[in-house]
């Protein structure tokens, strides 16, 4: 059976890391008998440029039809004050495919607790998989604008709560049975349902997992001095976009974390976690890793080939291991001689 993944490459350096990502994924079909068919089309900042608007229809249309969507990147300042944004066309995307639970999972290789900003006794145990509400909260809410005032309404509905939930202490059986809410229910009307929401799902359907509720400033400030104490992290959409990217520099790279937007079915949304980086497009430097992770996701996540995955996974951390290295690790690999040295070492 041929899976249909749309591969959205974006903007910056998006249609470079996706292109890596390609390269990995082409040695995975011969590896495992396995057979995919891409069709490109234009999203963002380039979609913006091509008809004017960051979602076409025609695009979305193949999303919804697709078996996965895979994204480079999107965005960059090129569009700044313009009538459309390159991220509207993401929320678009989001929103319509309903995909509302985000999945980042953060992890230090070995060989790289180095290039971590923190000591590698901080980092050393690093293991945490970020779940964030995708598709609520200020990013969906009502805006208002005036002359002089500006306002975002947060909203949170308890079902939109505990579908997110769920799929957070679900990943936790899997783990270590650990879920670290986090909120700002001292101050937030909304925290204060979301709290009470997930506490109350915990003690109906989940009791074998333990529970713990963190105000989101004592946890962004406990990320990064104790990260080695959480297992599963569940937050809301704008907490879990800033606290997401704060993690990312543990791994001592933005640019080797890769992410799942997932909704109700096998359907899903992979995208590396870092940005368009329009300051180091078309110069073939970019970080690949995260993009390579993003499809060993895809592969377990909307292609129910487990295996695969694994041996992206697994090829991933031998190229590290082996000193393997794009620039922002102190390397000389390019973008394409960085997958092609992924690839070479797939293995069934």
């Excluded at 109350?200 to 713990?212: G, M, N, T, Y």
């Excluded at 989101?216 to 992290?233: C, E, H, N, Q, R």
């Excluded at 430097?285 to 080939?305: D, E, F, K, Q, W």
């Amino acid at each position: 059976m041929s899976h249909n993944i749309v591969v959205l490459p974006g903007d910056g350096v998006g249609p470079e890391v996706a292109e890596a990502a390609l390269t990995v994924l082409a040695a995975i079909a011969a590896a495992f008998d396995l057979s995919f068919e891409f069709d490109e089309h234009a999203f963002g900042g380039a979609a913006i440029d091509a008809c004017g608007d960051p979602l076409p229809g025609q695009t979305l249309a193949a999303c919804k039809a697709a078996d996965a969507v895979f994204l480079g990147a999107v965005g960059g300042p090129k569009w700044d004050g313009g009538k459309q944004r390159p991220e509207a066309g993401l929320l678009g995307l989001r929103a319509g495919l309903n995909l509302f639970a985000n999945l980042r999972p953060v992890d230090v290789h070995p060989a790289l607790v180095d290039y971590s900003p923190l000591r590698p006794e901080r980092v050393s145990d690093v293991d945490i998989l970020i779940v964030r509400e995708l598709t609520g909260g200020l990013y969906f809410g009502e805006k208002k604008r005036t002359n002089d005032t500006a306002s975002d309404l947060c909203q949170y509905s308890k079902f939109e709560i505990i579908r997110v939930a769920r799929v957070a202490f679900e990943a936790a059986r899997g783990r270590k049975s650990h879920v670290t809410s986090i909120d700002k229910a001292n101050v937030l009307e909304t925290s204060r349902l979301w709290r009470e929401t997930v506490t109350a799902l915990q003690a109906k359907e989940f009791p074998d997992v333990a529970l713990r509720h963190e105000l989101v400033d004592s946890a962004a400030m406990k990320l990064i001095t104790s990260p080695g104490s959480y297992d599963v992290v569940l937050t809301e959409n704008l907490f879990g976009d800033i606290l997401s990217d704060e993690c990312s520099v543990l791994s001592g790279s933005i640019g080797l974390l890769g992410s799942a937007s997932l909704g109700a079915g096998r359907q899903g949304l992979y995208e590396p976690i870092h940005g368009s980086a329009p300051d180091i497009a078309g110069q073939n430097i970019a970080n690949p890793v995260g993009a390579i992770a993003s499809a060993a996701m895809m592969l377990r996540h909307s292609l129910n080939a487990p295996e695969a995955a694994k041996a992206i996974e697994a090829a991933i951390y031998s190229a590290l291991q082996s000193g393997a290295r794009t620039r922002d690790l102190g390397g000389d690999l390019g973008c394409t001689q960085m997958a092609e040295d992924i690839a070479r070492r797939i293995a069934r």
